[in-house]
């Protein structure tokens, strides 16, 4: 049972989980203990979901794991790639046939989008480059707007999933920048147009997320804490000027930026 475990990447799952209580919680406060229930049902979605993917993914990348992470259970020979990829696919159905619990056309509609996402990227998008980029980026703002739609408001954390999305496409532009010398044969954005011009569009997301944040501060949205989120601003804004000497550097510091902003609209509704 532990090599499923692993093979899942708990923590992964439990990343999701997080994003969804914070849109809960964005967009109802303290209302959320009315729709606790609803909510369990959410995560238990997202979690399942997220282990699907998971799997789906150690059956696409066994060969390239066998020198990358030679120690996930498919190149150890814990799990055969046949059981990995239909774990894989039963798990993605049954995040589909779980939300029907909820009955909300919204969000069954929502677990489906991101279901076939999340099996496009694997077997069609991932070797694409940018558009992988913006697939990966997409499914990590639908966390949080999932969040929002079980408890009947996807407008109250459009901003902040808009936000995750933008920033996170430019994480993954530095990270492809990072990895240009073993990603022969990969169309990603760095080996089509150069490491140069590739942190120049990877620039320009880290700023646009920055520049969105201030949209819920005109609108008198979020209360006076909200103002924390000056402080990922910075860091974002920072990360777009050392992603062209430094790419390794930038998309970790995107990576401490991100719960800095969450924390700041999360703060913001108390």
Same mark, same amino acid.
Request: charge should be neutral; charged fraction near 15%; proline fraction near 3%.
């Given at each position: 049972?532990?090599?499923?475990?692993?093979?899942?990447?708990?923590?992964?799952?439990?990343? %999701?989980?997080?994003?969804?209580?914070?849109?809960?919680?964005?967009?109802? %406060?303290?209302?959320?203990?009315? @729709?606790? !229930?609803?909510?369990?049902?959410?995560?238990?979605? +997202?979690?399942?979901?997220?282990?699907?993917?998971?799997?789906?993914?150690?059956?696409?990348?066994?060969?390239?794991?066998?020198?990358? @992470?030679?120690?996930?259970?498919?190149?150890?020979?814990?799990?055969? =790639?046949?059981?990995?990829?239909?774990?894989?696919?039963?798990?993605?159905?049954?995040?589909?046939?779980?939300?029907?619990?909820?009955?909300? /056309?919204?969000?069954?509609?929502? /677990?489906? +989008?991101?279901?076939?996402?999340?099996?496009?990227?694997?077997?069609?998008?991932?070797?694409? %480059?940018?558009?992988?980029?913006?697939?990966?980026?997409?499914?990590?703002?639908?966390?949080?707007?999932?969040?929002?739609?079980? +408890?009947?408001?996807?407008?109250?954390?459009?901003?902040?999933?808009?936000?995750?999305? !933008? /920033?996170?496409?430019?994480?993954?532009?530095?990270?492809?920048?990072?990895?240009?010398?073993?990603?022969?044969?990969?169309?990603?954005?760095?080996?089509?147009?150069?490491?140069?011009?590739?942190?120049?569009?990877?620039?320009?997301?880290? +700023?646009?997320?920055?520049?969105?944040?201030?949209?819920?501060?005109?609108? @008198?949205?979020?209360?006076?804490?909200?103002?924390?989120?000056?402080?990922?601003?910075?860091?974002?804004?920072?990360?777009?000027?050392?992603?062209?000497?430094?790419? @390794?550097?930038?998309?970790?510091?995107?990576?401490?930026?991100? =719960?800095?902003?969450?924390?700041?609209?999360?703060?913001?509704?108390?």
């Amino acid at each position: 049972m532990k090599e499923y475990l692993r093979l899942f990447r708990l923590g992964n799952g439990a990343i %999701g989980i997080l994003g969804v209580l914070i849109g809960a919680f964005i967009a109802t %406060g303290v209302g959320i203990a009315d @729709h606790l !229930l609803g909510i369990a049902v959410g995560c238990v979605v +997202v979690a399942v979901s997220i282990a699907g993917g998971n799997s789906l993914n150690d059956y696409i990348d066994r060969d390239i794991d066998r020198i990358g @992470h030679p120690d996930r259970p498919l190149p150890k020979g814990e799990i055969t =790639p046949a059981a990995a990829l239909r774990v894989g696919i039963v798990l993605l159905a049954a995040a589909v046939a779980i939300s029907l619990i909820l009955q909300s /056309v919204q969000v069954t509609g929502a /677990v489906i +989008v991101a279901v076939v996402l999340m099996a496009a990227y694997e077997t069609l998008l991932k070797q694409r %480059g940018f558009v992988g980029n913006i697939v990966i980026a997409l499914l990590t703002g639908m966390v949080f707007l999932f969040g929002g739609a079980i +408890v009947g408001d996807v407008m109250s954390v459009a901003v902040m999933a808009a936000m995750a999305a !933008l /920033v996170n496409v430019g994480r993954e532009i530095a990270k492809d920048i990072e990895d240009m010398g073993s990603d022969e044969g990969r169309k990603t954005l760095p080996m089509t147009l150069g490491a140069r011009n590739a942190a120049i569009v990877g620039a320009a997301f880290f +700023v646009s997320g920055p520049a969105l944040s201030v949209w819920p501060l005109l609108d @008198h949205t979020f209360g006076p804490l909200y103002c924390l989120v000056f402080a990922a601003d910075a860091i974002f804004i920072y990360t777009a000027f050392i992603i062209f000497r430094n790419a @390794h550097k930038a998309q970790k510091l995107a990576k401490i930026a991100m =719960p800095i902003a969450m924390a700041a609209f999360v703060l913001g509704v108390v």
